[in-house]
């Protein structure tokens, strides 16, 4: 079986996580914001990008973007959504957790509820490939792990993701992170109207 991702359309993807009752589209936003001003870099690799939420905060600062996606549909739209960026913008159509080692190098990290779905040791083949400075990553801290994806008219969309969501911990993601080197800088929790939070923990090498 192929990697669901591939299957669930931008469309059913986006008006999910924008529903009043999930916000997640406009929380990530927000987020996305402050990854990107928060470090004095030049180079960035966001990983999952899905259709570039929050790419209109890159502003002058960087010389080179890397969008990383396993859905090329996803990439083609980040293309055409922000052709402004066409100077410094290189997408990516990467499966993370077979061909990590193409990964070119960057000196901020971003992972924005990725993790989840590659889990602890894919997550840390990928930052020895990129070796960042700055790791950014959000992660779902979800009320209950029976029902992670939040209810709405496209859950169906996602009922593939089951084969390979990875439940999360801080804590644990905090311990993975210090034995290849990387030491907790922030967190920051958001939570959700649903119940749910995304917290944000940022690490340095």
């Known amino acids: 079986m192929g990697n669901p991702w591939k299957e669930i359309?931008?469309?059913?993807?986006?008006n999910h996580m924008k529903l009043d009752s999930v916000k997640q589209l406009q929380s990530m936003n927000q987020t996305m914001k402050d990854q990107l001003n928060d470090y004095d870099v030049h180079s960035v690799?966001?990983?999952?990008?899905?259709?570039g939420n929050g790419?209109?905060?890159?502003?002058?600062?960087?010389?080179?973007?890397?969008g990383v996606d396993i859905n090329s549909s996803y990439l083609k739209a980040v293309?055409?959504?922000?052709?402004?960026?066409?100077?410094?913008?290189?997408?990516?159509?990467?499966?993370?957790?077979?061909?990590a080692d193409s990964l070119p190098k960057s000196e901020l990290l971003i992972a924005n509820l990725l993790i989840e779905y590659i889990g602890y040791d894919a997550f840390v083949k990928v930052v020895q490939n990129v070796t960042p400075q700055y790791i950014s990553?959000?992660?779902?801290?979800?009320?209950?792990?029976?029902?992670?994806?939040s209810d709405s008219p496209y859950i169906h969309a996602f009922d593939g993701l089951d084969s390979v969501h990875?439940?999360?911990?801080?804590?644990?993601?905090?311990?993975?992170m210090s034995k290849i080197g990387y030491r907790l800088i922030k967190t920051v929790a958001d939570v959700l109207p649903n119940g749910k939070s995304l917290v944000r923990l940022d690490y340095e090498a």
Request: hydrophobic share 35%.
């Open 79 to 99: 293309k055409d959504r922000y052709p402004n960026l066409s100077d410094v913008l290189e997408c990516l159509n990467i499966d993370l957790i077979n061909d």
């Open 55 to 66: 790419l209109e905060y890159i502003g002058n600062k960087y010389n080179k973007v890397f």
């Open 45 to 51: 690799m966001i990983l999952g990008i899905a259709g």
């Open 137 to 149: 990553c959000v992660i779902q801290i979800n009320e209950t792990t029976k029902q992670w994806v």
């Open 166 to 176: 990875c439940q999360m911990e801080e804590t644990k993601l905090t311990e993975t």
């Open 9 to 14: 359309s931008l469309s059913d993807y986006e």
